[in-house]
């Protein structure tokens, strides 16, 4: 079993508080190599439950999303001259040297992406035009995966603890964001403290139009750009660099300083929900979610939607009529009683326990 810190690039591996070594849930639903949500896999089978489709295109999966990646993950980036790397690197250098969506904090994506990402619709896993620019067509892989930013490190189509796991993930996505902002903070406040004082490093909370270099996706004006790097334009991949070595002198407990309050909080719910990701437990009472989707497939079984799009359960049509027996007036082992004594029909507490974590049965 791997630990949630063998997840992350290595980069963090002398930052992250202790509890990062327990035991990361296995998450062998989502397969990248052949992937899970592409319509030429067998586990696509009961994927447009709702009646839409979701399914991924085989040359973008879901690498429809642009990165944003912290100054000193690009500095680590450009630091290793490995080989596996050398495309990445090329990639990212490329992307440094267009000047757009460029910062002293960040390398992020262009604002008409952003603009198109918030404003198109079922668009995800399914559009060329979104791919990710580090993604690589001919082997379906990253060319910067050991340096991925949070949402690529906690993304998964689907969870092996269903939404027990999605919350744990998005709760691991939260404590690595707030710390990319304070980490990347960190390095600015040693090497240009001005980007700081001037509140450049504030996340921005409003949209802005769209300027004629946006539109055209050309660099920033000269004069705009100079005024954001000031002495550090046309040395961005040092600067870069220097973000690196800043961070990898972080001492131990550093981050956690750094965080503070706010990581303090995050750290207690992200250990709270991977206690229930990694061992469940079934709840006294149960419901039938009426929420859930529910669609009868040609062979009679029926396949059942809840917590996400992307993950549906399929079961023998005659369990339905037996989940419905769940309605949350009377105890789980009330509701397998009467089963068997009525229906001559029992649901295992494994399978409930399943149903549950897809939240197909819920608590009422």
């Known amino acids: ?72 993950l690009i500095g680590a980036l450009l630091s290793d001259d490995s080989k596996e790397m050398a495309e990445g690197r090329r990639r990212i250098e490329q992307k440094i040297d267009s000047r757009i969506g460029v910062s002293p904090q960040w390398v992020k994506a262009p604002a008409k992406f952003n603009h198109l990402y918030k404003n198109a619709h079922q668009f995800f896993g399914r559009s060329a035009n979104m791919r990710c620019p580090y993604y690589a067509l001919d082997s379906g892989g990253c060319t910067i995966w050991a340096y991925r930013e949070s949402v690529c490190s906690t993304f998964f189509c689907k969870y092996v ?44 909370v409003a949209t802005v139009p769209l300027t004629v270099e946006d539109l055209d996706d050309a660099p920033p004006l000269p004069k705009v750009y100079a005024a954001l790097w000031k002495e550090h334009a046309g040395r961005e991949r040092d600067f870069f660099r220097a973000c690196y070595d800043v961070v990898r002198q972080v001492p131990a407990e550093g981050l956690e300083r750094m965080l503070g309050l706010d990581g303090t909080i995050e750290l207690k719910v992200l250990e709270k ?66 089963l068997r004594d009525h229906r001559q029909a029992d649901l295992d507490p494994d399978i409930l326990l399943e149903l549950h974590r897809h939240r197909i049965l819920v608590e009422p």
Not at 32 to 53: F, L, W, Y
Not at 300 to 310: F, N, W
Request: proline share 7%.
């Open 161 to 204: 603890a269903g939404a027990d796991g999605r919350r744990f993930w998005m709760s691991l996505k939260t404590y690595l964001t707030l710390a990319e902002f304070q980490l990347s903070r960190h390095a600015l406040l040693q090497l240009m403290p001005e980007f700081l004082m001037d509140g450049r490093d504030k996340a921005e």
């Open 273 to 338: 929900l991977h206690t229930q990701a990694t061992a469940p437990s079934l709840p006294r009472v149960l419901r039938f979610n009426p929420d859930a989707t529910v669609k009868w497939l040609p062979d009679g079984s029926v396949a059942l939607g809840s917590y996400s799009e992307y993950d549906a359960v399929a079961l023998p049509g005659e369990a339905y009529s037996l989940l419905v027996e769940f309605t949350g007036q009377k105890p789980v082992e009330a509701v397998r009683q009467h």
């Open 1 to 72: 079993m791997s630990s949630i810190l063998s997840t992350l690039p290595a980069l963090y591996r002398d930052l992250l508080p202790s509890f990062f070594q327990k035991e990361a849930p296995t998450e062998t639903k989502a397969t990248c190599a052949k992937c899970a949500m592409s319509r030429t896999s067998a586990q696509a089978t009961v994927e447009s439950v709702d009646g839409v489709e979701h399914l991924f295109r085989p040359d973008t999966k879901c690498c429809t999303y642009y990165p944003r990646l912290p100054n000193y």
